[in-house]
Nanobody, 125 residues
Framework: QVQVVESGGGLVQAGGSLRLSCTAS????????MGWFRQAPGKEREFVAT????????DYADSVKGRFTISRDNAKNAVYLQMNSLKPEDTAVYYC??????????????????WGQGTQVTVSS
């Protein structure tokens, strides 16, 4: 049974920073790319960032490029999302997902098979 758990969300003022963490258990973590997505009220889940199995390849949504950094520590079965210069429009529930079938990084929600419960990020203006 694969379990994914996110943490690190909270309330922060615009311009501030947060670091999200995600751990995954139940499969060999280093075999799978990982992704961060977010979902605001009334909107669909959208891509934020993704990282390859060994961390040598990353991709970001244009809206977060230059502000967010994804990283991973395979020894700890963990992936992180460092979020700087936060904006009110970054407010959402942030989800971590595991890539299907040991394939390459992807921006598509359907490319990920296991998700955590999400962690709320609220940015006040």
């Amino acid at each position: 049974q694969v379990q994914v758990v996110e943490s690190g969300g909270g309330l922060v003022q615009a311009g501030g920073s947060l670091r999200l963490s995600c751990t995954a258990s139940g499969r060999t973590f280093s075999w799978f790319a990982m992704g961060w997505f977010r979902q605001a009220p009334g909107k669909e889940r959208e891509f934020v960032a993704t990282i390859s199995r060994n961390g040598d390849s990353t991709d970001y949504a244009d809206s977060v490029k230059g502000r967010f950094t994804i990283s991973r520590d395979n020894a700890k079965n963990a992936v992180y999302l460092q979020m700087n210069s936060l904006k009110p429009e970054d407010t959402a529930v942030y989800y971590c997902g595991t890539r299907r079938n040991m394939l390459d990084i992807s921006r598509r929600v359907e490319a990920y098979d296991y998700w955590g419960q999400g962690t709320q990020v609220t940015v006040s203006s």
